[in-house]
Nanobody
Framework: QVQLVESGGGLVRPGGSLRLSCATSGIMFEVYDMGWYRQAPGKQRELVATISPTSTGARVDYADSVKGRFTISREDAENTVYLQMNSLKPEDTAFFYC??????????????WGQGTQVTVSS
């Protein structure tokens, strides 16, 4: 059974930092593209950041709105992906979801989602 479990969300003041974690099980983590998405109330889910498998160089990509503030990373030994969020703004308030897509070596791709974690940026 595949599980993606997010943690680390919460309430933070503008300018503050949070670190989200997504612990996975049931997939061969090292061959999956991993990502973070978010969905604010009344808005569509949007891509925040992605990271490719380490064997492909762990290439990262970010939404323009978070470039320079957020950092995605992966720890294959822990089957975990992280999102370090700095200089948080009220407009970053959203439910954040972990996403996995893979495996790298297969033409057929599978996608999995976590249940999400709430991030609220407010004074």
């Amino acid at each position: 059974q595949v599980q993606l479990v997010e943690s680390g969300g919460g309430l933070v003041r503008p300018g503050g930092s949070l670190r989200l974690s997504c612990a996975t099980s049931g997939i061969m983590f090292e061959v999956y593209d991993m990502g973070w998405y978010r969905q604010a109330p009344g808005k569509q889910r949007e891509l925040v950041a992605t990271i490719s498998p380490t064997s492909t160089g762990a290439r990262v990509d970010y939404a323009d709105s978070v470039k320079g503030r957020f950092t995605i990373s992966r720890e294959d030994a822990e089957n975990t992906v992280y999102l370090q969020m700095n200089s948080l703004k009220p407009e970053d308030t959203a439910f954040f979801y972990c996403h996995a897509r893979g495996p790298l070596y297969s033409v057929v791709k599978y996608e999995y989602w976590g249940q999400g974690t709430q991030v609220t940026v407010s004074s």
